[in-house]
């Protein structure tokens, strides 16, 4: 079973910085079944990145994701009041298609 | 649009079961799977399984095993989940999304705006 680590737990950044998210997997994934969502108050979840590199739709590139194997992140430039959330990478190797436990940004 | 409405909340008691409904419209639903995640209150998301609308064939996640079946009405479009034995541990938001594939990767999307399920005596 792979099992997904992200870091920070949380992350507490001002406006217009930049954040990177981490998310580490216990055994090698394809980058392409690495999926990146983000969670805001109150709502479900939404996609950020199809596997790797692919943005969902109406994701803005302020957005990137690099990684490959065991170790992935998410960066975010220039950071909004809105993107405060809570961020998930999830696998889609070998079932059960798990979820890291999530890093919290904050936005100051 | 493509959309996934679930049903409202639901309160039930202890050993009881419960069903919660995803109404897809906006796309073919036989042509994408249906995965199932769920989020107790301030805790991360739990994937419990998916179930492909077309062959009905299903994957369990192994904690809920035995307890827990996806199904699905092709006529209406809509795919079910239903949770036995219900405890308070199954207190949470259950979430349906779609399974999409694309050539550059895979992921969830869209979800359904989440069924709160309370379990309480």
């Known amino acids: 079973e792979i099992v997904l680590t992200q870091s920070p737990g949380t992350l507490s950044l001002s406006p217009g910085e930049r954040a990177t998210l981490f998310c580490r997997a216990s055994?090698?994934?394809?980058?392409?079944?690495l999926a990146w969502y983000q969670q805001k108050p109150g709502q479900a979840p939404r996609l950020l990145f199809y596997g790797a590199s692919r943005r969902a739709t109406g994701i803005p590139d302020r957005f990137r994701v690099i990684g490959s194997g065991t170790d992935f992140s998410l960066t975010i430039n220039r950071l909004e009041p809105e993107d405060l959330a809570v961020y998930y990478c999830q696998h889609f190797g070998d079932s059960p298609y798990s979820f890291g436990q999530g890093t919290k940004l904050e936005i100051k | 649009q493509v959309q996934l409405v679930q049903s409202g909340a639901d309160v039930k008691q202890p050993g009881a079961s419960v069903k919660v409904s995803c109404k897809a419209s906006g796309y073919t639903f036989t042509s994408y799977d249906i995965h199932w995640v769920r989020q107790a209150t301030g805790q991360g998301l739990e994937w419990l399984g998916w179930?492909?609308?077309?062959?009905?064939?299903?994957g369990y996640a192994q904690t809920l095993q035995g307890r827990l079946t996806f199904s699905r009405n092709t006529s209406t479009n809509t795919a079910y989940l239903e949770l036995n034995r219900l405890t308070s541990d199954d207190t949470a938001v259950y979430y349906c999304a779609r399974f999409d594939v694309t050539h550059s990767g895979r992921g969830l999307d869209p979800w359904g705006q989440g069924t709160l399920v309370i379990v309480s005596s």
């Open positions: 179930m492909n609308p077309y062959s009905d064939d299903s």
């Open positions: 055994q090698s994934v394809s980058s392409s079944r």
